[in-house]
């Protein structure tokens, strides 16, 4: 069945390559549309459960992405399966397409390969193009390329919450005499950032960024040189055996991101095939405003062999963490810290106190073989992790097996094999404390219409790894095994229905979960796409998890009772006219701990926007929401500045709108302004702690400028 198809393809593929041929003046005027991000992070997501995800990550990969496209005419298997938005069975189409046709002559000749619908065409567009000149082979000096780029761009970012908060009142002093703490710096967030890059040719940039809150202050003497991140790197790609040399700040990405990963992590989402499986990225740029998850140092990769590359690396940098003086004489460390303070803020003197007070120094590399035809990849990191002081959690049941000490080691393999339709992958790692840690999965097109995927998990309760981000129910890659089966069917033009079933299961003792638990988490979303430009999904997501309460007092020994939220989602998105669009998003949650009350939450959001001309774009939101408590809070994804993003959470009663203007002053500059305000009702405060504001209401604003070199 398979091969009368191929030969169909490809007679369709001729002729659409003689059309293109003839028209091949008229294909070379492509350009690249802009990158509609929001609505993709909605696609590839399930939902947004909380304040914790790095979206800012998640947004700097996809720009990325943007910014430096993969050229379709010599981008691998696994560069390619590394945008998540292309099944097994187009990567292979694709692959063949270029084996028997050679290069692609324009992006539109996508329409020619079998597997490549409009949809899928539509959304990898602005991530991809089409080069069929050699771009090494006369690049000319680096500073006209660097002048030349489209991307050559610098930003100013402002933002402030208009309300008088209590972080930024006077201090009072407590019944015990002790002054109450307080925010050092202004209220304002500020951030400048650089960036210009070129596809397997160089990246260079900067970034300074300022939370609110915290202070502009020059003081050597405590590592402090004006705003309180500074970052910076660059990096060149192509230079004959060196593939890939990166000075300061860089990003790691090998395997199944076991041992070293970092960047894009969709994990457990509403695509269920493509991105539970992570490709081997590399050594790669890194410029975002993230203070943690990255490396500071030197990077490089060279190519052994035309199959095998080597690469080795050295991160120093300093880290948050609360450092403390052992009590006992006895104890194992005179100086410790409970573990890596991973937030970012130092806006108050506790906050600044635990700025840097730990130096992290991370070695290791890889060496790793592909096969002359890409289908086999193979590989080996280690990587050590040394601490000049030594991490040593509560003594608490659920860290018995916790890492604790000065240094880690950890050693892994991990492989990937394509053939035809089918991919497997894994990785396989031990820690110094002889933990092991597995993760093995599989990804296959049954049908033309039909793609399944399986992947099992294991991390010994006693597995460390620093910097690896693999699968997880958890956060960190420990104390968990699981088995994960996706789906996702086509059944008619138009319709599609996703779907995963994750069962996992946590050996020992958790945070809030005082013995062995296990639970699971299963999703359904079917869409439709009634036209090119219009899309309509309903969602019902279901969790389990289980958590200690307090439901019997009399209890003498942890019970851990089985936590259940249910989700359901409904969305629709039109382009009424190429100018006008409308998004609707109506979502609700039930959330229930044991036998316990039922708690319920709903949101009602309406988007809008439209372009007035070329110069010009305005997006709004109203939004209404009704929630019985923290438990049922709805978070929804919102419009923002470019490279920018916003998730509130919501709960409690009351009304959400926001409003953002995209102004094109003149070729060089771009402005962004945006409002938003919640309105709460039946409150006299919003907030709580240092962030508390009196009154109903919170307003934020930002404004953001892009001038193009």
Do not use: C
Not at 484 to 502: F, N, Q
Not at 504 to 529: C, E, I, M
């Amino acid at each position: 069945m398979i091969q009368p198809l191929r030969g169909l393809a490809a007679g369709a593929g001729v002729a659409a390559l003689l059309l293109l041929m003839s028209s091949r003046a008229q294909a070379q005027e492509y350009v690249r549309p802009p990158a509609d991000l929001d609505r993709l992070v909605q696609e590839l997501f399930a939902e947004p459960q909380s304040d914790d995800v790095p979206y800012e990550d998640l947004y700097e990969t996809l720009l990325q992405y943007y910014q430096t496209p993969l050229n379709l005419n010599t981008a691998s298997a696994e560069e390619l399966r590394s945008l998540l938005l292309l099944r097994e069975q187009q990567i292979a189409s694709l692959l063949e397409h270029r084996k028997q046709y050679g290069s692609l002559l324009s992006i539109y000749e996508l329409q020619s390969i079998p597997e490549f619908d409009l949809r899928t065409i539509y959304r990898v567009s602005p991530f991809v193009t089409v080069v069929n000149a050699n771009p090494n082979a006369a690049r000319g000096p680096l500073w006209q390329r660097v002048y030349k780029e489209d991307n050559n761009a610098l930003f100013l970012r402002y933002e402030r919450v208009l309300q008088d908060r209590k972080g930024y009142a006077e201090p009072t002093t407590s019944s015990t005499g002790t002054p109450s703490s307080r925010y050092l710096g202004s209220p304002d967030k500020l951030m400048l950032r650089y960036r210009v890059s070129h596809t397997r040719d160089f990246s260079f940039g900067f970034t300074a960024e300022k939370d609110a809150g915290e202070q502009l202050a020059w003081d050597p003497s405590r590592r402090r040189y004006g705003p309180d991140f500074l970052s910076a790197h660059m990096l060149l790609q192509e230079r004959g055996r060196l593939k890939t040399l990166a000075l300061g700040d860089y990003q790691l990405q090998f395997g199944q991101g076991l041992v070293l990963s970092s960047g894009l992590q969709v994990g457990k989402g509403a695509e269920t095939i493509t991105t539970i499986r992570r490709s081997s990225l590399g050594v790669r740029a890194y410029s975002s405003v993230l203070e943690s998850t990255f490396y500071r140092g030197a990077a490089a990769t060279a190519s052994l062999t035309k199959q095998i590359q080597a690469t080795g690396f050295l991160s120093r940098k300093r880290v948050d963490a609360n450092v403390q003086q052992a009590k006992d004489s006895l104890a194992d460390f005179d100086e410790f810290s409970s573990g890596i303070v991973l937030t970012g803020f130092h806006r108050t003197a506790s906050e600044l106190a635990n700025r840097k007070e730990l130096q992290e120094t991370i070695g290791g590399g890889n060496i790793g073989y592909q096969s002359t035809d890409g289908s086999l990849t193979v590989g080996l990191t280690a990587v050590n992790t040394h601490y000049d002081k030594a991490i040593q959690k509560r003594d608490e049941p659920y860290n018995a097996y916790e890492f604790q000490g000065k240094s880690n080691t950890i050693v892994g393999a991990h492989y990937g094999y394509a053939r035809g339709n089918w991919n497997v992958f894994g990785e396989t790692a031990r820690s110094s404390s002889g933990g092991i840690g597995t993760v093995n999965g599989l990804l296959a097109s049954l049908a033309s219409n039909v793609d399944a995927s399986i992947l099992y998990r294991y991390y010994a309760r006693d597995f460390h790894t620093f910097y690896g981000l693999a699968l997880s129910e958890n956060t960190r890659n420990i104390n968990e095994s699981g088995l994960y089966l996706g789906l996702k069917v086509r059944p008619i033009a138009r319709w599609e229905l996703s779907a995963y079933y994750d069962q996992f299961s946590f050996p020992w003792l958790k945070y809030r979960v005082g013995a062995p638990s296990h639970g699971n988490d299963w999703l359904l979303r079917l869409t439709f796409q009634p036209t090119k430009t219009s899309t309509l999904y309903a969602q019902f997501r279901a969790r389990t998890k289980p958590y200690d309460t307090d439901s019997d007092a009399n209890r003498l020994t942890p019970d851990p009772e089985p936590t259940v939220r249910h989700s359901l989602l409904a969305y629709f998105n039109t382009e009424v006219t190429p100018s006008f669009s409308l998004r609707t998003r109506v979502q609700g949650s039930r959330y229930r701990e044991g036998t316990g009350p039922t708690s319920t939450g709903f949101l009602l959001a309406q988007d809008a926007s439209v372009a007035i001309g070329r110069p010009l774009r305005l997006s709004a939101r109203y939004a209404l929401f009704d929630t019985d408590n923290f438990d049922t809070r709805q978070y929804a994804f919102e419009q923002d500045v470019l490279y920018a993003f916003s998730v509130p959470g919501l709960s409690g009663r009351g009304t959400r709108m926001y409003l953002l203007a995209e102004v094109r002053m003149n070729r060089h500059l771009t402005l962004w302004i945006r409002f938003a305000t919640t309105r709460y009702r039946d409150v006299e405060t919003v907030g709580s702690g240092l962030e508390e504001i009196q009154g109903s209401e919170r307003s934020e604003v930002k404004a953001q400028l892009r001038y193009r070199l």
